[in-house]
């Protein structure tokens, strides 16, 4: 074997070597885009079953806002939906109106003294609450994750091994811009 053979041997093993390298990166940031999901369809999943206990206990209380409670149902309907579907953007906008309806009702209630010091409801609100902190830090580490593979599938060299093996981008779990926006506490204590 003469000297160039060599070098041009010892060039396709090293880019061997190299692409496998890259195709296990991009797997791994791919599991570890499915793994944020996951933790993201636990926390949803869990706020899903707290959400009809409060409605519950708030229809309890005759005069509360129907209409409230109404829309809440409705777009834990649609989170759900989403959810099962894996569609991270009816996902983001399914959210959006569900957390505009989960503040609504913890604002009316504020209305309704008996409903606040009712042991229950502030178990629930309390459970809720933590459940809403918790997705919020999963979605920023969904997000991250979506963030690194989508650069490393768009950076040179790693495009090539990234198209060769059909990975795609991935959506960001977004929301609505009236979600990112300040509480407006007037709307929110109309009565």
Known sequence: MNTFSALVMGVLVLGLVYGVLVYNGLVNLKHNIAKAWANIDVLLKQRHDELPKLVEVCRQYKQFEQATLARVTEARARVAAARETHDVGALG???????????????VAEAYPELKANEHFAQLQSRISTLENSI????????????????????????????LFAFSAQALLQFSSAEKADVDLKALFKG
């Not at 906008?93 to 604002?107: D, M, N």
């Open 93 to 107: 906008a399914a959210e959006s109106v569900l957390r505009a309806g989960l503040g609504q009702i913890f604002a």
């Open 136 to 163: 919020a830090d999963r979605r920023e580490w969904y997000n991250e994750a979506v963030n690194r593979h989508n650069v490393r599938i768009e950076q040179f060299p790693d495009l090539i091994v990234a198209r």
